[in-house]
């Protein structure tokens, strides 16, 4: 393994390749991306499991695409949640909705987690499968989800009378859902593509993945704010958790990276 100290202060354990330096040398390769010192350790026993390893739950478009900025429609959501597996089989019966025939290819996601109480429709007996969720929405979901209980106070400004108050306040003191600069919660606004992968990031425990210097969507550059969270959702990777928090990308599986190379012996 090879210890590595960044000159911003990260520290990461890796595991590199090892590799034929020249005719009568091996070398250990491994990827750095920053001014680092290594210390190359000695770890015959070290246990395997050390290295972990998530696959993708979100997917761009076929332009090669993400489009973080875009807001979620409800089918999106009911799809995810049944990737990642947050509906377990559940003996409900199964809802019957006015709008089903609109359901398409979301059909058999909608229905897993309308019946599996994640989500519910409307007073009308719609779901609405193209419209889009908002912030307020997604905290009811996460509530269900969790299985969150009790009765926190929440700081927000503009949530005190709001029909998911309550559901709000739970996933703010639960840390799973945050709020904006001016203190505020947005309740009514949609949620977007981008604030989606940070919540499900958090909820399932998972990253942000660091180590990664470009992406594979040509909208979400590496100044973008949820960039290390849409790689962690969106890349297949192998990982070992840093001290810092956060995961440390392992190479080998396939991702695209963009960073300098160093071959030591």
């Known amino acids: ?48 499991s050390t290295k972990k390893s998530h696959e993708a739950y979100m997917q761009g478009y076929p332009d090669g695409t993400f489009k973080p900025e875009q807001a979620m429609t409800r089918a999106e959501l009911a799809a995810v949640l049944s990737r990642i597996g947050a509906v377990q089989d559940s003996n409900a019966q199964t809802v019957a909705y006015k709008d089903q025939n609109d359901f398409q290819w979301a059909a058999g996601d909608i229905l897993k987690v309308t019946s599996g109480g994640l989500m519910t429709g409307y007073p009308d007996g719609t779901f609405g499968p193209d419209l889009y969720i908002t912030r307020a929405e997604m905290a009811a979901v996460v509530v269900r989800w969790m299985q969150l209980s009790g009765e ?9 009378d709001h029909w998911s108050a309550h559901n709000i306040a739970l996933v703010q003191q639960a ?41 594979s969507w040509s909208d979400v550059s590496n100044s973008y704010w949820a960039f290390y969270d849409i790689v962690e959702a969106t890349t297949n990777h192998s990982y070992t958790s840093r001290e810092a928090g956060g995961e440390a990308a392992e190479y080998g599986r396939g991702q695209r990276y963009s960073c300098a190379r160093c071959l030591i012996s």
């Not at 595991?15 to 990827?31: E, R």
């Not at 926190?152 to 005190?160: C, G, L, M, V, W």
């Not at 709020?179 to 989606?196: I, Q, V």
């Open 175 to 215: 840390g799973y859902m945050k709020g904006m600069p001016d203190g505020s919660f947005g309740p009514d606004k949609y949620l977007t593509r981008a604030e989606a992968v940070t919540i499900f990031n958090r909820v399932l425990n998972r990253g942000p993945l660091f180590g990664i210097q470009s992406s």
């Open 1 to 48: 393994m090879i210890y590595v100290e960044h000159s911003d202060g990260e520290k990461v354990l890796v595991q590199p390749q090892v590799v034929q330096y020249s005719s009568d040398k091996l070398g250990l390769k491994f990827s750095i991306n920053k001014f680092s010192t290594f210390t190359v350790l000695d770890m015959e026993n070290w246990p395997a």
């Open 152 to 160: 926190p106070a929440s700081s927000f400004t503009d949530t005190a």
